[in-house]
């Protein structure tokens, strides 16, 4: 019986779960629904006013546990403001000026 079709299929899965990790990072594949993005080098736009309130979770692209989470309450603004190249994570009350070796970074709601 020739097994290197179902090897094949193993295979192809394995890279395709790596490939997904490098492009995206840990980050961006954490649990929680992304809010807002930030990418060096883009405007990643105002922060957004959310409507629920809850925990909102900071991660860099490598982070599989959060820089931070903060309560916000609905009506508070979060993601990220960037002035003269140095770039803030906002959320409600928090403010958290990010290094600048930081390529991506992701605010995300992970609950009420």
């Not at 779960?17 to 105002?46: H, I, M």
Request: aromatic letters at 14%; glycine letters at 12%; one cysteine or more.
């Amino acid at each position: 019986m020739n097994s290197i079709p179902g090897t094949f299929r193993y295979v192809s899965a394995a890279l395709f779960a790596f490939a997904a990790f490098g492009l995206g990072g840990c980050g961006s594949v954490t649990s929680g629904t992304t809010v807002s993005k930030y990418t060096r080098g883009e405007d990643p736009g105002p922060p957004v006013v959310v409507d629920r309130p809850g925990t909102y979770a900071l991660y860099y692209t490598t982070d599989t546990t959060p820089q931070v989470r903060t309560p916000v309450r609905a009506g508070d603004r979060v993601g990220f403001e960037v002035s003269d190249g140095s770039a803030t994570a906002v959320a409600g009350e928090y403010r958290k000026p990010m290094d600048k070796g930081v390529y991506k970074a992701f605010w995300k709601y992970t609950k009420e």
